[in-house]
Protein backbone atom coordinates (compact mmCIF):
# COMPACT_ATOMS: atom_id res chain seq x y z
CA UNK A 1 0.00 0.00 0.00
CA UNK A 2 0.98 3.23 -1.05
CA UNK A 3 1.50 6.26 1.65
CA UNK A 4 0.46 8.91 -1.11
CA UNK A 5 0.73 11.76 1.13
CA UNK A 6 4.20 11.03 1.57
CA UNK A 7 5.06 10.30 -1.64
CA UNK A 8 3.39 13.78 -2.92
CA UNK A 9 5.76 15.71 0.13
CA UNK A 10 8.62 14.19 -1.89
CA UNK A 11 7.30 16.43 -5.10
CA UNK A 12 8.01 20.23 -3.85
CA UNK A 13 5.84 21.70 -7.27
CA UNK A 14 2.95 19.84 -6.32
CA UNK A 15 2.51 22.07 -3.03
CA UNK A 16 2.29 25.19 -5.43
CA UNK A 17 -0.98 27.20 -6.64
CA UNK A 18 -1.59 27.78 -9.90
CA UNK A 19 -3.84 30.81 -11.22
CA UNK A 20 -4.61 30.82 -7.49
CA UNK A 21 -5.68 27.24 -7.12
CA UNK A 22 -3.74 23.94 -6.06
CA UNK A 23 -2.27 22.61 -8.80
CA UNK A 24 -3.96 19.12 -10.07
CA UNK A 25 -0.88 17.88 -12.38
CA UNK A 26 -2.12 15.76 -15.20
CA UNK A 27 0.00 16.10 -17.82
CA UNK A 28 2.42 13.39 -16.87
CA UNK A 29 2.89 11.55 -20.38
CA UNK A 30 4.51 14.90 -21.53
CA UNK A 31 6.83 15.44 -18.89
CA UNK A 32 6.94 13.93 -14.99
CA UNK A 33 7.37 15.63 -12.09
CA UNK A 34 10.87 15.17 -10.14
CA UNK A 35 11.31 14.44 -6.48
CA UNK A 36 13.55 16.56 -3.94
CA UNK A 37 16.04 13.32 -4.05
CA UNK A 38 16.53 13.99 -7.85
CA UNK A 39 16.78 17.58 -7.66
CA UNK A 40 18.96 17.35 -4.77
CA UNK A 41 21.37 14.77 -7.08
CA UNK A 42 21.94 17.33 -9.96
CA UNK A 43 22.46 20.20 -7.64
CA UNK A 44 25.47 17.97 -5.45
CA UNK A 45 26.79 17.23 -9.17
CA UNK A 46 27.79 20.48 -9.88
CA UNK A 47 28.88 21.20 -6.17
CA UNK A 48 30.78 18.72 -5.60
CA UNK A 49 32.31 16.51 -9.25
CA UNK A 50 31.70 18.67 -12.03
CA UNK A 51 33.94 17.77 -14.42
CA UNK A 52 34.52 15.82 -17.73
CA UNK A 53 34.55 12.18 -18.23
CA UNK A 54 35.99 9.16 -19.48
CA UNK A 55 39.08 11.81 -20.26
CA UNK A 56 41.21 13.67 -17.05
CA UNK A 57 43.40 11.83 -14.61
CA UNK A 58 42.34 14.21 -11.69
CA UNK A 59 40.13 13.00 -8.86
CA UNK A 60 36.90 15.28 -9.75
CA UNK A 61 36.91 13.37 -13.74
CA UNK A 62 37.63 10.13 -12.19
CA UNK A 63 34.31 10.87 -9.31
CA UNK A 64 32.21 11.82 -12.52
CA UNK A 65 33.24 8.99 -14.69
CA UNK A 66 32.64 6.54 -12.03
CA UNK A 67 28.90 8.07 -10.93
CA UNK A 68 28.27 8.37 -14.68
CA UNK A 69 29.18 4.81 -15.43
CA UNK A 70 27.49 3.47 -12.20
CA UNK A 71 24.16 5.40 -13.06
CA UNK A 72 24.74 3.17 -16.92
CA UNK A 73 25.06 -0.06 -14.70
CA UNK A 74 21.75 0.65 -12.72
CA UNK A 75 20.05 1.59 -15.98
CA UNK A 76 21.32 -2.30 -17.01
CA UNK A 77 20.25 -3.79 -14.17
CA UNK A 78 17.08 -2.49 -14.21
CA UNK A 79 15.62 -2.87 -17.45
CA UNK A 80 17.51 -6.43 -17.61
CA UNK A 81 20.10 -6.02 -20.79
CA UNK A 82 22.78 -8.28 -20.73
CA UNK A 83 25.88 -5.93 -20.49
CA UNK A 84 26.46 -2.70 -19.62
CA UNK A 85 27.78 -1.93 -23.05
CA UNK A 86 24.03 -2.27 -24.53
CA UNK A 87 23.10 0.91 -22.89
CA UNK A 88 23.91 4.21 -24.72
CA UNK A 89 22.61 7.57 -22.88
CA UNK A 90 21.05 9.73 -25.44
CA UNK A 91 19.23 13.20 -25.31
CA UNK A 92 16.16 10.95 -25.00
CA UNK A 93 13.83 8.78 -27.09
CA UNK A 94 13.60 10.63 -30.38
CA UNK A 95 17.53 10.90 -30.42
CA UNK A 96 17.69 6.95 -29.73
CA UNK A 97 15.26 6.03 -32.89
CA UNK A 98 17.03 8.63 -35.02
CA UNK A 99 20.23 6.66 -34.10
CA UNK A 100 18.69 3.86 -35.09
CA UNK A 101 17.23 5.10 -38.53
CA UNK A 102 20.42 6.67 -39.21
CA UNK A 103 22.32 3.68 -38.59
CA UNK A 104 19.66 1.24 -40.87
CA UNK A 105 20.62 3.88 -43.92
CA UNK A 106 23.34 1.84 -45.15
CA UNK A 107 21.62 -1.67 -44.65
CA UNK A 108 18.46 -0.71 -46.31
CA UNK A 109 17.68 -1.05 -50.23
CA UNK A 110 14.83 -0.30 -52.77
CA UNK A 111 12.61 -2.79 -51.87
CA UNK A 112 13.19 -3.81 -48.05
CA UNK A 113 10.20 -2.91 -46.00
CA UNK A 114 9.83 -1.16 -42.83
CA UNK A 115 6.48 -1.82 -40.33
CA UNK A 116 5.39 0.77 -38.47
CA UNK A 117 1.75 0.83 -36.61
CA UNK A 118 -1.07 3.61 -36.68
CA UNK A 119 -0.70 4.41 -32.99
CA UNK A 120 3.20 6.08 -33.26
CA UNK A 121 4.21 9.23 -32.09
CA UNK A 122 5.20 11.52 -34.94
CA UNK A 123 9.08 10.66 -33.20
CA UNK A 124 8.61 6.98 -34.32
CA UNK A 125 6.95 7.88 -37.89
CA UNK A 126 8.81 10.93 -39.22
CA UNK A 127 12.71 9.18 -39.26
CA UNK A 128 11.18 5.84 -40.58
CA UNK A 129 9.86 8.02 -43.51
CA UNK A 130 12.66 9.56 -43.95
CA UNK A 131 14.88 6.54 -43.61
CA UNK A 132 12.59 5.11 -46.48
CA UNK A 133 12.68 8.30 -48.60
CA UNK A 134 16.28 7.65 -48.49
CA UNK A 135 17.16 3.95 -48.90
CA UNK A 136 14.20 3.22 -51.23
CA UNK A 137 12.77 1.39 -48.82
CA UNK A 138 8.40 1.03 -48.28
CA UNK A 139 6.62 1.91 -45.12
CA UNK A 140 3.96 0.01 -44.52
CA UNK A 141 1.07 0.34 -41.24
CA UNK A 142 -0.62 -1.52 -38.59
CA UNK A 143 -4.23 -0.37 -38.96
CA UNK A 144 -5.91 0.06 -35.53
CA UNK A 145 -9.50 -0.46 -34.66
CA UNK A 146 -12.72 1.62 -33.05
CA UNK A 147 -10.68 0.25 -29.92
CA UNK A 148 -7.66 2.02 -30.01
CA UNK A 149 -5.79 -1.76 -30.68
CA UNK A 150 -3.59 -3.13 -33.46
CA UNK A 151 -5.29 -4.97 -35.67
CA UNK A 152 -2.83 -8.40 -35.58
CA UNK A 153 -3.83 -10.15 -38.22
CA UNK A 154 -3.73 -7.74 -40.70
CA UNK A 155 0.19 -7.30 -38.77
CA UNK A 156 0.79 -11.08 -40.14
CA UNK A 157 -0.76 -10.16 -43.28
CA UNK A 158 1.96 -7.30 -43.47
CA UNK A 159 5.19 -9.21 -42.49
CA UNK A 160 7.06 -11.18 -45.59
CA UNK A 161 10.91 -11.79 -46.05
CA UNK A 162 10.83 -8.25 -47.32
CA UNK A 163 10.10 -6.82 -43.92
CA UNK A 164 13.52 -5.74 -42.37
CA UNK A 165 12.27 -3.35 -39.61
CA UNK A 166 9.03 -3.73 -36.98
CA UNK A 167 8.81 -0.49 -34.75
CA UNK A 168 6.06 0.09 -32.33
CA UNK A 169 5.38 1.89 -28.99
CA UNK A 170 4.66 -0.20 -25.99
CA UNK A 171 2.00 2.13 -24.77
CA UNK A 172 0.45 4.58 -26.83
CA UNK A 173 1.22 8.23 -25.21
CA UNK A 174 -2.33 9.37 -27.10
CA UNK A 175 -4.72 6.43 -26.44
CA UNK A 176 -2.44 4.85 -23.03
CA UNK A 177 -3.31 1.42 -24.73
CA UNK A 178 -0.81 -0.98 -24.39
CA UNK A 179 0.51 -3.62 -26.94
CA UNK A 180 0.84 -6.63 -27.19
CA UNK A 181 5.12 -6.27 -27.87
CA UNK A 182 5.53 -9.70 -26.99
CA UNK A 183 3.58 -11.07 -29.84
CA UNK A 184 5.21 -8.63 -31.96
CA UNK A 185 8.44 -9.02 -31.59
CA UNK A 186 8.67 -12.54 -31.73
CA UNK A 187 6.35 -12.17 -35.01
CA UNK A 188 8.40 -9.98 -36.67
CA UNK A 189 11.70 -12.35 -35.43
CA UNK A 190 10.10 -14.54 -37.73
CA UNK A 191 10.73 -13.66 -40.72
CA UNK A 192 14.39 -12.39 -39.75
CA UNK A 193 13.13 -8.50 -39.15
CA UNK A 194 14.73 -6.51 -36.52
CA UNK A 195 12.24 -4.75 -33.66
CA UNK A 196 12.81 -1.60 -32.25
CA UNK A 197 10.43 -0.45 -29.05
CA UNK A 198 9.77 2.99 -28.28
CA UNK A 199 8.79 2.97 -24.89
CA UNK A 200 8.73 6.44 -23.61
CA UNK A 201 5.09 5.95 -22.45
CA UNK A 202 6.22 2.53 -20.62
CA UNK A 203 9.13 3.36 -18.43
CA UNK A 204 7.26 5.27 -15.87
CA UNK A 205 4.51 2.41 -15.26
CA UNK A 206 6.47 -0.67 -15.48
CA UNK A 207 9.97 -2.24 -15.69
CA UNK A 208 10.56 -3.43 -19.53
CA UNK A 209 12.58 -6.71 -19.58
CA UNK A 210 14.31 -6.28 -22.21
CA UNK A 211 16.03 -10.10 -22.48
CA UNK A 212 12.47 -11.56 -21.90
CA UNK A 213 10.74 -9.48 -24.23
CA UNK A 214 14.12 -10.19 -27.33
CA UNK A 215 13.44 -6.71 -28.51
CA UNK A 216 16.57 -5.74 -30.54
CA UNK A 217 16.61 -2.07 -29.69
CA UNK A 218 13.90 -0.43 -26.83
CA UNK A 219 14.64 3.74 -26.86
CA UNK A 220 13.20 5.53 -23.59
CA UNK A 221 13.06 8.92 -21.97
CA UNK A 222 14.27 10.24 -18.55
CA UNK A 223 12.25 13.29 -17.68
CA UNK A 224 8.71 11.03 -18.18
CA UNK A 225 10.05 9.01 -14.94
CA UNK A 226 11.16 11.40 -12.58
CA UNK A 227 14.62 11.97 -14.42
CA UNK A 228 16.41 15.11 -15.73
CA UNK A 229 14.95 16.36 -19.17
CA UNK A 230 17.28 16.05 -22.06
CA UNK A 231 18.18 12.40 -21.03
CA UNK A 232 17.37 8.94 -22.28
CA UNK A 233 18.55 5.35 -22.86
CA UNK A 234 19.06 3.39 -26.53
CA UNK A 235 19.12 -0.09 -25.16
CA UNK A 236 20.49 -2.33 -27.89
CA UNK A 237 21.67 -5.82 -28.77
CA UNK A 238 25.15 -6.21 -28.54
CA UNK A 239 25.12 -7.82 -32.42
CA UNK A 240 22.81 -4.92 -33.62
CA UNK A 241 25.31 -1.88 -31.76
CA UNK A 242 28.22 -3.70 -33.40
CA UNK A 243 26.41 -3.49 -36.83
CA UNK A 244 25.38 -0.40 -37.25
CA UNK A 245 27.81 2.61 -38.31
CA UNK A 246 28.18 5.20 -35.53
CA UNK A 247 25.87 7.99 -35.43
CA UNK A 248 27.77 11.18 -34.63
CA UNK A 249 31.40 11.93 -35.20
CA UNK A 250 33.51 13.79 -33.07
CA UNK A 251 35.54 13.50 -29.69
CA UNK A 252 35.13 10.37 -27.47
CA UNK A 253 33.93 8.05 -30.28
CA UNK A 254 36.98 7.26 -31.22
CA UNK A 255 39.86 4.42 -30.99
CA UNK A 256 42.54 6.01 -33.17
CA UNK A 257 42.41 9.29 -35.71
CA UNK A 258 44.66 10.21 -38.08
CA UNK A 259 44.26 12.18 -41.20
CA UNK A 260 43.94 8.74 -43.38
CA UNK A 261 41.61 7.07 -41.07
CA UNK A 262 40.05 6.91 -38.37
CA UNK A 263 38.75 3.63 -35.80
CA UNK A 264 36.16 3.82 -33.52
CA UNK A 265 36.14 3.30 -29.87
CA UNK A 266 34.41 -0.01 -28.63
CA UNK A 267 30.58 -0.12 -27.14
CA UNK A 268 29.04 1.77 -26.00
CA UNK A 269 31.60 5.15 -26.99
CA UNK A 270 31.08 4.37 -30.42
CA UNK A 271 28.02 6.05 -30.42
CA UNK A 272 28.48 8.66 -27.48
CA UNK A 273 30.39 11.02 -29.25
CA UNK A 274 31.13 14.17 -27.51
CA UNK A 275 30.88 15.53 -24.06
CA UNK A 276 27.30 13.84 -22.67
CA UNK A 277 24.48 15.30 -20.75
CA UNK A 278 26.72 14.20 -17.65
CA UNK A 279 24.42 15.47 -14.52
CA UNK A 280 21.34 14.17 -16.67
CA UNK A 281 23.12 10.42 -16.84
CA UNK A 282 24.04 10.45 -12.93
CA UNK A 283 20.62 11.60 -12.03
CA UNK A 284 18.82 9.45 -14.13
CA UNK A 285 20.05 6.50 -12.04
CA UNK A 286 19.30 8.30 -8.55
CA UNK A 287 15.71 8.76 -10.47
CA UNK A 288 15.27 4.82 -11.30
CA UNK A 289 16.05 4.40 -7.70
CA UNK A 290 13.78 6.46 -6.36
CA UNK A 291 11.36 4.36 -8.40
CA UNK A 292 12.68 1.32 -7.70
CA UNK A 293 12.14 2.10 -4.09
CA UNK A 294 8.14 2.82 -4.28
CA UNK A 295 7.98 -0.52 -6.46
CA UNK A 296 6.77 -0.86 -10.21
CA UNK A 297 4.03 -3.44 -8.92
CA UNK A 298 3.08 -1.05 -6.22
CA UNK A 299 3.09 1.88 -8.58
CA UNK A 300 0.93 -0.22 -11.52
CA UNK A 301 -1.28 -1.46 -8.73
CA UNK A 302 -2.60 2.53 -7.68
CA UNK A 303 -2.58 3.98 -11.10
CA UNK A 304 -5.00 1.63 -12.94
CA UNK A 305 -6.91 2.39 -9.94
CA UNK A 306 -6.77 6.18 -10.27
CA UNK A 307 -7.41 4.77 -14.18
CA UNK A 308 -10.67 3.37 -13.61
CA UNK A 309 -11.91 5.80 -10.66
CA UNK A 310 -11.14 8.69 -13.84
CA UNK A 311 -12.64 6.65 -16.17
CA UNK A 312 -16.31 6.14 -14.29
CA UNK A 313 -16.38 9.59 -13.07
CA UNK A 314 -15.90 10.85 -16.79
CA UNK A 315 -18.27 9.44 -18.18
CA UNK A 316 -20.75 10.69 -15.93
CA UNK A 317 -20.26 13.88 -18.07
CA UNK A 318 -23.01 14.08 -20.69
CA UNK A 319 -21.29 14.02 -24.53
CA UNK A 320 -18.21 12.91 -23.11
CA UNK A 321 -16.40 10.11 -25.14
CA UNK A 322 -13.32 8.57 -24.04
CA UNK A 323 -10.50 7.44 -26.96
CA UNK A 324 -8.80 4.29 -27.02
CA UNK A 325 -10.89 2.29 -24.97
CA UNK A 326 -9.28 -0.90 -24.94
CA UNK A 327 -8.64 -3.83 -22.42
CA UNK A 328 -5.06 -3.15 -21.79
CA UNK A 329 -4.60 0.25 -20.79
CA UNK A 330 -2.08 2.67 -19.15
CA UNK A 331 -3.10 5.61 -16.66
CA UNK A 332 -4.11 7.65 -19.52
CA UNK A 333 -7.30 9.27 -20.30
CA UNK A 334 -8.27 10.20 -23.52
CA UNK A 335 -11.21 12.37 -24.30
CA UNK A 336 -13.25 14.91 -25.54
CA UNK A 337 -17.02 16.34 -25.31
CA UNK A 338 -20.23 16.85 -28.00
CA UNK A 339 -19.50 19.99 -29.78
CA UNK A 340 -17.03 21.76 -27.74
CA UNK A 341 -13.05 21.66 -29.18
CA UNK A 342 -10.58 21.06 -27.00
CA UNK A 343 -8.32 23.47 -26.33
CA UNK A 344 -11.46 25.57 -25.24
CA UNK A 345 -12.02 23.00 -22.05
CA UNK A 346 -7.90 22.31 -21.51
CA UNK A 347 -7.46 26.38 -21.17
CA UNK A 348 -10.74 26.91 -18.88
CA UNK A 349 -9.84 23.93 -16.56
CA UNK A 350 -6.31 25.93 -16.61
CA UNK A 351 -7.83 28.70 -15.15
CA UNK A 352 -8.78 26.35 -11.93
CA UNK A 353 -5.53 25.07 -11.65
CA UNK A 354 -5.63 21.48 -14.01
CA UNK A 355 -2.65 21.03 -15.68
CA UNK A 356 -3.77 18.75 -18.90
CA UNK A 357 -2.22 18.26 -22.49
CA UNK A 358 -4.61 19.05 -25.46
CA UNK A 359 -4.07 18.50 -29.16
CA UNK A 360 -3.35 16.10 -31.19
CA UNK A 361 -0.39 14.95 -29.02
CA UNK A 362 2.21 14.22 -32.05
CA UNK A 363 -0.02 11.70 -33.05
CA UNK A 364 -2.18 13.10 -35.97
CA UNK A 365 -2.61 10.10 -37.80
CA UNK A 366 -5.04 8.82 -34.34
CA UNK A 367 -6.76 11.89 -34.87
CA UNK A 368 -7.81 11.40 -38.08
CA UNK A 369 -8.55 7.91 -37.63
CA UNK A 370 -11.05 9.39 -35.43
CA UNK A 371 -11.98 12.05 -37.66
CA UNK A 372 -11.28 14.96 -34.71
CA UNK A 373 -8.70 17.70 -34.10
CA UNK A 374 -7.51 16.56 -30.78
CA UNK A 375 -8.20 15.45 -27.31
CA UNK A 376 -8.03 16.55 -23.74
CA UNK A 377 -5.33 14.04 -22.39
CA UNK A 378 -5.48 13.50 -18.86
CA UNK A 379 -2.32 11.14 -17.85
CA UNK A 380 -2.11 10.29 -14.23
CA UNK A 381 0.99 9.49 -11.96
CA UNK A 382 1.76 7.51 -8.88
CA UNK A 383 1.31 10.92 -6.88
CA UNK A 384 -1.72 11.55 -8.13
CA UNK A 385 -5.04 11.14 -6.09
CA UNK A 386 -8.67 10.30 -6.63
CA UNK A 387 -9.73 13.70 -5.11
CA UNK A 388 -7.63 15.28 -7.68
CA UNK A 389 -9.45 13.47 -10.19
CA UNK A 390 -12.42 14.90 -8.84
CA UNK A 391 -11.79 18.25 -8.74
CA UNK A 392 -10.96 17.78 -12.57
CA UNK A 393 -14.37 16.21 -12.89
CA UNK A 394 -16.12 19.12 -11.61
CA UNK A 395 -13.75 21.85 -13.09
CA UNK A 396 -14.70 20.17 -16.98
CA UNK A 397 -18.12 20.46 -16.35
CA UNK A 398 -18.29 24.10 -15.17
CA UNK A 399 -16.34 24.37 -18.59
CA UNK A 400 -18.84 22.36 -20.38
CA UNK A 401 -21.73 25.05 -19.22
CA UNK A 402 -19.54 28.00 -20.03
CA UNK A 403 -18.89 26.74 -23.56
CA UNK A 404 -22.46 25.24 -24.20
Request: glycine share 8%.
Amino acid sequence: MLDIQKIRADFPILSQTVNGKPLVYFDNGATSQKPQIVIDAEVKYYQEINANIHRGVHTLSQLATDAYEISRGKVKDHINAKHAHEVLFTSGTTHGINLVTNGFASILKPGDEVIVSSLEHHSNIVPWQMLCEKTGATLKVIPMNENGELILEEFDALLSEKTKVVTVNHISNALGIINPIKYIIDKAHAVGSAVLIDGAQAVPHLKPNVQELDCDFYAFSGHKMCGPTGTGILYGKEEWLNKLPPYQGGGEMIKEVTFEKTTYADLPHKFEAGTPNIAGGIVLGTAIDYLNNIGFENIQEYEHKLLEYATKRLLEIEGLRIYGTGKNKASVVSFNIDGIHPYDIGSIIDKLGIAVRTGHHCAQPIMNFFCIPGTIRASFSFYNTKEEIDQMVEAVKKAQTMLS
